[in-house]
């Protein structure tokens, strides 16, 4: 099963995220801030979705963090923001969304990320899952989701 990291300090959008997650399919696992989220990246998850403005560690530095430790160098790493725009682009994230977002917006863009192949050091190279939802970027784009984000995403 795809493991999706959640770093998020507003709880409910954090929580709503994480039922979005794991009713497509996913093993979602949230945290409350940067310093949490950290510490659950060394569980090596198959894709990050991180906020930027949290407290104890802002996404940025989640971000330097996870990529300057080799085992968590090639994880996919998606930002969320709503006022960090600028800083997000100049960073070699491999995505962002801006809030507010809907669930369609972020399933594709986990999706995209997802289906990169992975190119990396083969000690840290992932097997792909097969359990997870296929063509996860077409039914994002067909389906109606009922978890629309884009009314809590905003801060």
Do not use: W
């Amino acid at each position: 099963m795809t493991k999706i990291l959640v770093i998020e300090d507003n709880n409910l959008i954090r929580e709503m995220v994480l039922e979005l997650l794991a009713s497509r399919g996913f093993e979602a696992v949230g945290a409350e801030n940067g310093k949490v989220g950290i510490q659950l990246a060394a569980q090596i998850p198959d894709l990050i979705l991180s906020d930027v403005m949290m407290p104890e560690l802002n996404g940025f530095e989640v971000f330097a963090a996870v990529r300057s430790h080799p085992a968590t160098a090639s994880i996919p790493f998606i930002f969320m923001t709503a006022s960090e725009m600028e800083k997000v682009l100049e960073l070699k994230a491999d995505g962002y969304l801006q809030k507010p977002c809907s669930a369609t917006e972020m399933l594709a863009a986990i999706a995209t990320q997802l289906e990169k192949p992975t190119v990396s050091n083969p000690q840290h190279q992932k097997v792909q899952d097969n359990s997870a939802p296929s063509n996860l970027s077409l039914r994002a784009s067909n389906q109606k989701s009922r978890f629309e984000i884009a009314s809590v995403c905003s801060q």
